[in-house]
């Protein structure tokens, strides 16, 4: 069974940084790509990042293209998303999704969910002054 686990929400003024963390369990995790995804209060959820199996390919939403990073280190079964210059904009709960492994479309239709069939419970963060 696919488990998602994000980590490393919080408070942070605007300016600030924070690396969320997506940890795996129960998969293959090298054959997974992971996406990252947020929900603002009252907006649909959005897509922020993904990242390949293979960490080769990584996408990005316009609104945060220039300021996060996403990485993974297979061998910790983790992925990460760097966030830098946050904006209050940038508040809301984020998940990280896991498509169906080597049957899966990757980050193909990213920004969408399409594909993205494994989701984790979320993080809230809170960029405020």
């Known amino acids: 069974e696919v488990q998602l686990q994000a980590s490393g929400g919080g408070l942070v003024q605007p300016g600030g940084f924070l690396t969320l963390s997506c940890a795996g369990f129960?998969?293959?995790?090298?054959?997974?790509?992971i996406g990252w995804f947020r929900q603002a209060p009252g907006k649909e959820r959005e897509g922020v990042s993904c990242?390949?199996?293979?960490?080769?390919?990584?996408y990005y939403g316009n609104s945060v293209k220039g300021r996060f990073t996403v990485s993974r280190d297979d061998s910790k079964n983790t992925a990460y998303l760097q966030m830098t210059s946050l904006e209050p904009e940038d508040t809301a709960v984020y998940y990280c999704?896991?498509?169906?492994?080597?049957?899966?479309?990757?980050?193909?239709?990213?920004?969408?969910?399409?594909?993205?069939?494994?989701w984790g419970e979320g993080t809230l963060v809170t960029v405020s002054s």
């Open positions: 990242i390949s199996h293979s960490g080769m390919s990584t």
């Open positions: 129960g998969f293959t995790f090298d054959e997974y790509a």
């Open positions: 999704a896991a498509d169906d492994g080597v049957l899966g479309r990757g980050c193909s239709k990213f920004p969408e969910r399409v594909g993205m069939t494994n």
